[in-house]
């Protein structure tokens, strides 16, 4: 009884709501989500899918035409997906090792593609290299976008423009002094593509060479710390042919130049107050937008965009979707249309903001796994909720033609069938007969329910099948299909492994910069110390124990074994490090010495006894050989642009190789060091009960005579 009257109060309030607000845009009434809990789909049919689930709490029945394009990933699950509006799915591609993101539809010579991006996190939350992967209406692999190693692209965007090329955008590392300390500077790097002729490089933007660091409302971290100062995040293509250009972390909207990439003028609130349009966003209820993402052009020349709200320093309000009206002449922007999420909604990565044919706009709110379409009048129409977080969400019209047939599984006395991206069946036919030869219409034409119809097989049927049939009722070309046993899934096994891999592909990039492991070797050296100085084993030794601590974290960073370093080449890293093992052997204090040196209080004096010089010299050999492997196996990855495989290689070569060679230098170096040590010990005293008697005078008389 209690939900009958929350829900009876939650839906007179969106009345009330509507009839107040006259001719104004009217606000989104309140929605109850309390039964729409996404599925974690399985087919009979098809085991081998295992999409992310969607569920729809409110369908008006007037939301645009067209499916809705997403691409999430959880365990086991995910890949680039087609929804209907009640969250069934339409089509489904595994991508369960590799992360895909940006699934969207796109035209190129007058034929639509879908096209998704496929790569690999070097950065989690940051810094993703891939390539986007192109299909054709049969679902066949048709081409590929990418470009370089160095500056692959990203997840972030791909648009083709009119000239059939692509905009991509990918992140880049580079070192720079920033309030006099070096750290590691993100610049965001905006390439045009022409995909269709060998992937040539046409144009190129940096945002270093425009954007001055002091845009970022992100503090500048400390020495080798990331500076993500601009983070871009969508680019679009102008009427007159320039480029806008999205810059999440300086709150900013560039017209970028195609010609020579000069800044023409900049929407927003940059941090060093250089806007083009004022002080002030006109006619907004929050002021400025920030932490923005999805700018785009509209047809009547506004500039529309997702505005965060959130997701960093300096800046808080709700979630929302804006048209600005610019007049470049007045330097002024002024706000002519918001939509709101009721209850509102404070997504801090994410979202996207698109107007359809009709005049509804789609909203993707973040990471809140939410998407609402709103009519013109700003009224919700259709509310959907994903089982995962979506970067983007598109909706667009599609026909999809699989070459394959359907399958068709008989299951006692149903017959369960699916059709994997046929988009224009609109019912089955069952088929029955003596055998798989003589199969004709059994019954009136069974309507499609979801991506799997279940019928009704009439008892003393021997054989089934079925035909797909289009709208008018007539056979879909490869739409027959024999009914079989059910196929097989993927063994637990496979989908344990699989879902392993797609987090070491994932996360491959996380762990602590540099200036981190120098923190954290400072708080345990400093912890080390003060032990030492409560069991009083004296301040030299308290001491040595302090910078031995610290020098063991730096050198656990730098092998890979506690983080993960954010420097430009990141490969090339694995050429450099070694040097200082290298150098630290030949000049005869071997790092491994000198850290075990401070930390047991004896300094250096372990450089007089041959055996632990060699120990220590062979367990820097040992590091060296580390190394090797790492760029052994890294450096081809990297070269030949396979970032998944460089995803988890980068991971599997961190951790766990860096607790072998620990495990092996230890054994080493205390064999080597064991027989000197033993050798050293003096011979233990005797008991009392061990010692010879004292002779007597009587018992020592003969032993003299014998002399």
């Known amino acids: 009884m209690s939900r009958i009257i929350v829900r009876a109060a939650v839906a007179l309030f969106a009345v009330l709501l509507t009839a107040g607000a006259g001719g104004a845009a009217v606000a989104a009434p309140v929605l109850d989500t309390g039964d729409c809990l996404p599925p974690a789909p399985t087919y009979h049919s098809r085991p081998d899918l295992r999409p992310i689930g969607a569920c729809a709490y409110l369908d008006t029945g007037s939301a645009a035409p067209g499916y809705l394009f997403a691409s999430s990933k959880g365990p086991g699950r995910g890949g680039p997906t087609i929804y209907a509006n009640d969250g069934s799915v339409i089509w489904n591609k595994p991508e369960t090792v590799a992360d895909t993101h940006n699934f969207q539809v796109v035209t190129v010579q007058g034929k639509k593609r879908l096209v998704y991006f496929r790569g690999t996190w070097l950065v989690y939350g940051l810094d993703t290299r891939g390539e986007y992967v192109m299909l054709d209406e049969n679902y066949r692999e048709v081409g590929t976008i990418k470009t370089n190693a160095t500056n692959s692209p990203g997840l972030h965007e791909l648009r083709i423009t009119p000239e059939g090329t692509a905009l991509v955008g990918a992140y880049t590392p580079v070192i720079r002094v920033v309030s006099g300390r070096p750290v590691v500077v993100y610049d965001y790097v905006v390439q045009e593509v022409d995909f269709q002729r060998g992937n040539k490089i046409l144009f190129e933007w940096r945002a270093l060479d425009h954007i001055p660091l002091s845009q970022s409302h992100l503090p500048v971290p400390g020495p080798l710390g990331i500076f993500d100062y601009f983070h871009g995040n969508s680019i679009e293509v102008m009427p007159d042919g320039d480029l806008l250009i999205s810059g999440r972390h300086t709150w900013s909207v ?23 349009f004022g002080t002030e966003l006109l006619n907004s209820d929050a002021g400025w937008f920030c932490y923005q993402h999805d700018a785009r052009v509209e047809a009547d020349g506004t500039i529309s965009l997702f505005d965060n709200g959130n997701g960093g320093p300096g800046c808080g309000h709700a979630s929302r979707g804006l048209k600005v009206r610019l007049d470049e002449a007045a330097k002024t922007a002024t706000v002519v249309d918001t939509v709101r999420h009721q209850p509102e909604i404070s997504a801090t990565f994410g979202g996207d903001i698109s107007t359809q044919p009709n005049g509804n706009r789609l909203v993707s709110w973040g990471e809140t796994q939410r998407v609402t379409e709103f009519d013109a009048a700003g009224r919700p129409v259709l509310e959907m909720n994903f089982g995962q977080i979506n970067y983007r969400v598109y ?24 059709w994997n991206g046929a988009t224009e069946v609109a019912s089955w036919q069952l088929l029955g007969g003596s055998d798989e030869g003589d199969l004709r219409p059994v019954g009136a034409p069974i309507p499609r329910a979801g991506f799997e119809t279940s019928i009704a097989v009439p008892a003393g049927t021997a054989a089934v099948g079925v035909q797909a049939l289009d709208a008018a009722g007539k056979p879909l070309d490869h739409g027959h299909a024999v009914a079989g046993p059910a196929p097989e899934g993927p063994s637990t096994l496979g989908v344990v492994g699989k879902t392993v891999l797609l987090m070491l592909a994932i996360f491959g990039g996380f762990g602590m910069t540099l200036w981190m492991a120098l923190i954290a070797g400072l708080v345990l050296g400093l912890v080390w110390a003060v032990i030492r100085l409560a069991t009083r084993k004296g301040l030299r030794k308290a001491l040595y124990g302090l910078a031995g601590m610290v020098l063991l974290i730096m050198l ?151 002399a």
């Open 395 to 418: 909706r667009s019209e599609w026909q999809g033609f699989p070459l394959t047939p359907p399958t068709a599984v008989r299951d006692g006395s149903q017959l369960v069938v699916s």
């Open 254 to 276: 560039y017209k970028v130049s195609r010609k020579d990439g000069r800044v023409l003028w900049t929407l927003g609130k940059p941090a060093d107050g250089s806007s083009s």
């Open 556 to 706: 656990v960073n730098v092998t890979g074994g506690l983080a993960q370093s954010f420097y430009p080449p990141l490969i090339y890293l694995n050429i450099i490090y070694p040097l200082a093992f290298l150098v630290a052997n030949l000049v005869g204090w071997p790092l491994v010495g000198i850290v075990t040196g401070l930390l047991s209080g004896s300094g250096g004096a372990w450089r007089r006894d041959p055996r632990r010089m060699r120990a220590y010299r062979v367990a820097g050999w040992l590091w060296l050989g580390f190394f090797a492997v790492k760029t052994a196996v890294q450096m081809p990855l990297y070269l030949t642009s396979n970032w998944v495989g460089l995803g988890i290689a980068k991971t599997l070569l961190g951790w766990p190789l860096w607790i072998v060679t620990t495990i092996v230098t230890v054994v080493v170096v205390r064999r080597m060091i064991r027989p000197a040590a033993v050798a050293a010990e003096p011979e233990p005293e005797p008991t009392p009960a061990e010692a010879e008697p004292t002779p007597t005078p009587v018992e020592a008389e003969p032993a003299t005579q014998g």
